[in-house]
C-alpha cells in the first residue's frame, strides 16, 4: 500500500528560528500533497495544497510567507515554518495520495520555545 | 455552524460490544466519505472509504452514508480494547481531494 514518511516526528525550536518538516511519498509518485495541522483534541485543519512544479494552494487564513511550501520532485514536499512563534506550536501531518483514500505521514509535533 | 459535526466523546465501551459513530454535514456537494483511526501522537489511518451512499462492510467494520440526512456512520462489531483510539469522519467533494474532517470521537473499549 501507499506510504507517506514524514520527518522529524517531533521538533522544539526557539522562537524567531524556522524549521523544516519533510514529507516523502515512498512508494508512489505524488503530484499532489496537502498539509493539515492539528491542536490538541481538535480536528485536522487544512494548510495548503502542495503541488509539484508550482506554487501551493493556500487555505483562507493561512500566511504563506509564514508556511513556505515547495514541492520540488513527485515524492517531496516541504514546509517551512519561518519565523516560529508558540502560537505555531502544533502537530502538523502531511498526506498524498493516488485517489481519495489518502495516506497520512506520522506527523511532526512542533513546540516553539 | 461547521461544515462537518462529530460527537467529540469520549465513548465508553465494555469490549465485545457494538459501537456506533456517527457525523452529520451540511455541504451537499460531499460525494466522498472516509473514516480514518487515529491513535495518540500519530497520523491518521485510513478505515473506510465510500463514495456517495451506501453501505460499506470490511471484517468488523461498517460503513453507511445516507445522503439525503446528510448522514454517516461507522459500526465496529465485537470491538477489542486495541479499537481504542480517535476515531475522525473525513468528507471531499468531487473534483476538490483535499479532505474535511470531524472533529474525532475518543474511543475508549474496556477489557
Known amino acids: 500500500g501507499a506510504v507517506v514518511s514524514q520527518h522529524p516526528s517531533r521538533v522544539i525550536c526557539k522562537s524567531g528560528t524556522s524549521v523544516k518538516i519533510e514529507c516523502r511519498s515512498l512508494?508512489?509518485?505524488?503530484?499532489?500533497m496537502f498539509w493539515y495541522r492539528q491542536f490538541p483534541k481538535q480536528s485536522l485543519m487544512l494548510m495548503a495544497t502542495s503541488n509539484e512544479g508550482s506554487k501551493a494552494t493556500y487555505e483562507q487564513g493561512v500566511e504563506k510567507d509564514k508556511f513556505l511550501i515547495n514541492h520540488a520532485s513527485l515524492t517531496l514536499s516541504t514546509l517551512t515554518v519561518t519565523s516560529a512563534h508558540p502560537e505555531d506550536s502544533s502537530f502538523y501531518i502531511c498526506?498524498?495520495?493516488?485517489?481519495?483514500?489518502?495516506?497520512f505521514g506520522s506527523g511532526t509535533r512542533l513546540t516553539v520555545v | 455552524q461547521k461544515e462537518v459535526e462529530q460527537d467529540p466523546g469520549p465513548l465508553s465501551v465494555p469490549e465485545g460490544a457494538i459501537v456506533s459513530l456517527n457525523c452529520t454535514y451540511s455541504n451537499s456537494a460531499f460525494q466522498y466519505f472516509m473514516w480514518y483511526r487515529q491513535y495518540s501522537r500519530k497520523g491518521p489511518e485510513l478505515l473506510m472509504y465510500?463514495?456517495?451512499?451506501g453501505n460499506k462492510e470490511d471484517g468488523r467494520f461498517t460503513a453507511q452514508v445516507d445522503k439525503s440526512s446528510k448522514y454517516i456512520s461507522l459500526f465496529i462489531r465485537d470491538s477489542q480494547p486495541s479499537d481504542s483510539a480517535t476515531y475522525l469522519c473525513a468528507m471531499s467533494e468531487v473534483g476538490r481531494r483535499a479532505l474535511t474532517f470531524g472533529s474525532g470521537t475518543r474511543l475508549q473499549v474496556q477489557p
Open positions: 498526506s498524498a495520495g493516488q485517489n481519495y483514500g489518502y495516506t
Open positions: 465510500t463514495y456517495s451512499s
Open positions: 512508494d508512489f509518485q505524488a503530484t499532489t
